[in-house]
């Protein structure tokens, strides 16, 4: 929807006999491009969250603030570790922390566990990442009240 408000549009410009160019904008084709990557990124955004299906436990705490991206480690209902996406055996675990932190110590770690899975499963994963030295682990669950009632 490109207007000509320059008033000489057709004209013939009185001295040198030629036609004057045509110098607008016209955005419609960037807005079209522009609503399109936004409806993609609107179905996206959804998709990238961690891969790993967990059931997780609900809690009232207030979520934890910071500005660096944090690792997380699931732990599945049959008892498999993962690291972000990737299976992870608990007896590599450190080594692969450190290597994927560049042993940077201060990284937060955030843990998410199922619901079902034995407790002592989940402080033995928080008891590696400690004795690997980082310190900024937190367990992740879902705020009360957000989760789908599961038949209760």
Excluded: C, W
Excluded at 39 to 49: D, G, L, N, S
Excluded at 75 to 93: H, R
């Amino acid at each position: 929807m490109a207007m000509n408000t320059g008033g000489g549009g057709g004209r013939k410009h009185r001295r040198s006999g030629r036609q004057q160019a045509f110098a607008e904008i016209n955005i419609t084709p960037m807005v079209d491009v522009m609503l399109v990557l936004l409806v993609i990124f609107m179905v996206a955004a959804p998709m990238m969250t961690s891969g790993v299906t967990v059931d997780l436990p609900q809690s009232a705490a207030s979520p934890v603030a910071g500005q660096d991206e944090p690792l997380v480690l699931s732990i599945t209902s049959d008892g498999k570790v993962y690291l972000q996406k990737t299976p992870v055996a608990l007896k590599d675990l450190r080594a692969k922390l450190a290597a994927i932190t560049g042993r940077k110590k201060d990284t937060r770690i955030f843990v998410r566990g199922d619901r079902s899975v034995d407790y002592g499963k989940i402080m033995q994963v928080v008891g590696e990442i400690n004795a690997g030295g980082f310190s900024k682990v937190a367990l992740i669950t879902e705020q009360s009240g957000t989760a789908p009632d599961k038949g209760k």
